[in-house]
């Protein structure tokens, strides 16, 4: 079988195999992180897919054994962002519509999640109507911890994890491993990467994804989240960041406080907003979320926080972020109403 490199992009491959249209992000160098390249290409193959009948479902997989995607490409957004280019913006805006196709996609949407599937990565994956992680999954949105937000539809797939714990994973950055990605609900099946090429095979000749899964059926081990499970809840219901940091000094567990210290890293900005949006994605329909984190991204690449959380991150790599403003208290009401307010002409369009 021939693969077919769509444009000129040969980060991304695509392949009808029977009945099967196969996507395999193709960067495994680069933990298969997303560029505006890969999601323009997408979206066309997508949107092709959504009209051909010899199509009944879509597939996508990351290539290599280290990640199903790592994310965005942090580093050109950075470089974009710095040169005031519209790289950043352009990407944000198509990933975002990428991610409503998925979410909307008229026929079975199915990602095999293997290794690390973060940021952007999720994106292409939590929003897709099968989700089915390998035992080496490693899920987290750590957005918070680069001066920016959970986004890629994070505002409507947090608020409806269990409970609290959706709250808990954007502040926290929070990495869950096979049992607790199904806990929550960002992976919805298990089958062992070592099957995943029999499950594209049995597929490509017409049967369906949930059958062939009854075929493999395994058992998980129980999920370490929900056993803190209420103590989650309690401590991320507070009505603030400050209040949830309150409680977690309060409560005096090894976990609790080094849960209280990850959070104490975090960009305060980014921390505030990403409280607002969780809440407010709660009562908002999934388009709705994706605009509103657009409104969102606007104001993150205008400010100095995501430039900094990279920077200290992936660029210097010290580990040492300078955060403006470094503390909570000094990101005021007013400050992270501007993050959510109305863009006018440049809304997001789905």
């Known amino acids: 079988m021939r693969w077919r490199r769509m444009s000129e992009e040969p980060h991304v491959l695509f392949e009808q195999r029977g009945s099967v249209g196969l996507i395999t992000l ?51 957004l950075y470089e974009s962002g710095l040169n005031k280019t519209p790289y950043a913006l352009n990407f944000y805006r198509d990933e975002y519509i990428l991610d409503a196709t998925i979410k909307h996609y008229p026929k079975p949407y199915v990602a095999l999640i293997h290794g690390i599937d973060m940021g952007g990565g999720v994106g292409v994956s939590v929003n897709g109507s099968l989700r089915i992680a390998s035992e080496g999954i490693v899920f987290a949105m750590p957005e918070t911890g680069i001066g920016l937000f959970p986004d890629v539809g994070g505002s409507y797939f947090l608020p409806r994890c269990p409970g609290q714990t959706g709250m808990y994973l954007a502040l926290t950055g929070a ?92 960009s305060p900005t980014s921390l505030k907003v990403a409280y607002r949006q969780i809440r407010e994605g709660a009562k908002l329909e999934f388009d709705d979320c994706m605009r509103m984190e657009y409104r969102m991204v606007h104001r993150i690449v205008a400010g100095h926080d995501f430039y900094e959380g990279v920077r200290a991150t992936i660029i210097d790599k010290d580990g040492a972020p300078k955060w403006k403003p470094a503390e909570l208290a000094a990101v005021k009401d007013a400050d992270v109403d501007a993050y959510f307010a109305p863009l006018g002409e440049k809304e997001l369009k789905l």
């Open 26 to 76: 193709n960067r495994a160098k680069a933990l298969n992180a997303l560029t505006h390249g890969m999601a323009l290409s997408m979206q066309g193959q997508l949107d092709a897919w959504k009209t051909d009948a010899s199509i009944k479902a879509v597939v996508i997989r990351g290539a290599g054994e280290r990640a199903f995607c790592a994310g965005g490409d942090i580093r050109s």
């Open 175 to 266: 990495r869950l491993k096979l049992e607790d990605s199904l806990y929550v609900g960002v992976a919805n099946a298990f089958l062992p990467l070592a099957h995943h090429g029999a499950l594209i095979e049995r597929m490509s000749k017409g049967e369906k994804a949930e059958d062939v899964l009854r075929s493999f059926a395994g058992g998980t081990a129980p999920a370490p989240l929900a056993a803190l499970r209420p103590t989650i809840d309690r401590i991320f219901s507070a009505s603030s960041v400050e209040g949830i940091l309150e409680r977690l000094d309060r409560e005096g567990s090894d976990w609790a406080s080094a849960t209280a210290s990850t959070i104490r890293t975090k």
